[in-house]
């Protein structure tokens, strides 16, 4: 199991009322408890993605960090990608990238619930990360062209840290 997936458990187990995630956009607010619940519903789902890494890109709102965790917990890559492309740009972008499974919010695809649609890339030849591979960013660097740099999940955690130490955040927040 995961590290960071570890250390939310841990969360879960010890404040399971306490609000996990809230999103102002959305106007939704999820518990630990009920995160949790639902990583362990979505990574049943996610028991046929094959290879490679899926791509995430439902912008800002509750069900990001939830599919996040959910696909670290399964050992599968996350491409994260701009929620606000066109869908034809996000579908676009995972053929070039080698990625097949697609998690939106927008155009076609099966339902997971929670606004989240995955539609599985169609003829593409997936491209496999480098193993221990947790996260893939995707800049466009000085080409203009995304690329995917691959974090794994102990450069994501220091970033995590990072972040939350220049921003004075800590588990209180």
Do not use: Y
């Not at 990574?43 to 439902?58: K, W, Y």
């Not at 927008?106 to 003829?123: A, C, M, N, P, Y």
């Amino acid at each position: 199991m995961s590290i960071l997936r570890q250390r939310f458990r841990r969360w879960v187990r010890d404040t399971p009322d306490r609000i996990a995630l809230w999103s102002r956009s959305d106007g939704d607010q999820m518990t630990f408890e009920e995160l949790g619940g639902l990583l362990d519903e979505w990574s049943r789902s996610f028991r046929a993605l094959d290879g490679g890494c899926v791509a995430v890109a439902t912008g800002n709102g509750i069900a990001f960090p939830a599919l996040v965790l959910t696909l670290l917990s399964r050992g599968i890559p996350a491409a994260l990608m701009d929620g606000g492309l066109a869908f034809a740009d996000k579908k676009s972008l995972c053929r070039r990238l080698g990625i097949r499974h697609l998690l939106h919010r927008d155009g076609e695809g099966s339902d997971l619930g929670h606004g989240v649609r995955r539609t599985e890339i169609r003829e593409v030849e997936i491209v496999e990360p480098p193993r221990g591979t947790a996260l893939v960013k995707l800049t466009s660097g000085s080409t203009g062209e995304p690329r995917g740099v691959c974090l794994d999940e102990p450069s994501l955690l220091r970033g995590i840290e990072q972040i939350g130490e220049g921003m004075e955040i800590d588990s209180r927040d």
